[in-house]
């Protein structure tokens, strides 16, 4: 089973529009991190939430990690043709953070002009 | 400033032969990660190494597999020899192990472009 369960799996969304993308795991999260794919590219880093209750934005991007830190949504407000990609969360499981992650399967995020 | 740089960026090759996939992490990061990206699967963790030294590798699929960090700027991924069941994208990811309030160290992991890896 995965441990790490983003929702929705795609999301087609019409630019100017809000979406949000969904990461939760059945465990607590020690550190979570939101990643962004562009097809073909690398994993670019967006955000790091470590503590219960913490939200973080740039630009027009704001994480959240909730107080139980098992789950944390990425909001995105006024899409533009520039977020679209795949958005993948990824986890520290272990206490210490010093391991590698575990990620999520990723969100296909399609902005429709 | 270079980031992590993985060669080469395609690589096509026969069952059966010997691969040898190539990182460089960021300087001064004293962490390295191997990670491997399949459609069924997503990114799954295969390998890391804290300070040169290979910390967990129960992520390897198999002995075909084999991992090295022989100096702090470089590291290799082999397969040998290769199956067609291993064409994915593996990515090579570093970062700088730092702690902030004990038990929560920071792990922010940069990735270099990726490998495209066919077996044939």
């Known amino acids: 089973s995965q441990e790490l369960e983003q929702s929705p799996q795609s999301l087609i969304v019409q630019e100017g529009k809000n979406l949000t993308i969904n990461c939760t795991s059945s465990k607590t999260l020690y550190g979570l991190y939101w990643y962004k794919q562009k097809y073909g590219e690398g994993l670019i880093f967006l955000m790091m939430l470590q503590k219960g209750g913490e939200e973080k934005s740039h630009e027009k991007i704001t994480a959240k990690l909730d107080e139980k830190k098992q789950q944390s949504s990425l909001h995105i407000t006024a899409s533009q043709p520039s977020h679209a990609g795949i958005y993948l969360c990824g986890a520290d499981m272990m206490r210490g953070g010093a391991d590698g992650l575990t990620f999520g399967k990723g969100t296909h995020l399609i902005i429709q002009p | 400033d270079a980031g992590v740089i993985q060669s080469p960026r395609h690589e096509v090759t026969e069952m059966g032969q010997e691969v040898t996939l190539r990182c460089k992490p960021i300087s001064g990061h004293n962490s390295l990660f191997w990670y491997r990206q399949t459609m069924m699967r997503g990114l799954e963790l295969l390998i890391y190494?804290?300070?040169?030294?290979?910390?967990?590798d129960s992520g390897m699929p198999e002995d075909r597999f084999s991992a090295k960090m022989p100096n702090a700027s470089f590291s290799t991924l082999k397969i040998q020899p290769s199956e067609p069941r291993d064409s994915a994208v593996y990515f090579c990811a570093s970062s700088l192990q730092s702690s902030g309030r004990p038990g929560l160290a920071k792990n922010i992991q940069y990735f270099g472009a990726g490998t495209r890896l066919s077996v044939l």
């Open positions: 190494f804290n300070n040169n030294v290979p910390i967990d």
